[in-house]
């Protein structure tokens, strides 16, 4: 049982990572709050969970504080490169 909510605790700390760092990102942009936009950041964060938590389910009982602060800058590391990939893709995409 403990070893399942550990394994939850980190799958949460990566999904907190990836939505501190769309947060900052918005922050530091200056515009106004968009759900949209922000949207897709709280879907990258949960993919990142998804993927922690995967990876974790293999030895559960070796999480420490060490893996707990990897989950949450795989999270941000997720959604910063998710974004970064979006907006490459929208700048090559031809608008005419």
């Not at 922690?52 to 941000?76: C, E, Q």
């Amino acid at each position: 049982m403990a070893a399942q909510l550990e394994l939850l605790a980190v799958a949460i700390i990566t999904v907190i990572g990836a939505l501190v760092s769309a947060g900052l990102g918005w922050l530091d942009s200056g515009e106004s709050f968009d759900a949209r936009k922000f949207s897709s950041s709280i879907i990258r964060a949960i993919i990142a969970g998804l993927t922690v938590f995967m990876g974790f389910t293999f030895d559960p009982s070796t999480i420490t504080v060490f893996d707990y602060i990897m989950a949450f800058l795989a999270g941000a590391g997720v959604d910063v490169l998710g974004h970064r990939a979006a907006l490459s893709i929208t700048a090559k995409t031809p608008t005419g």
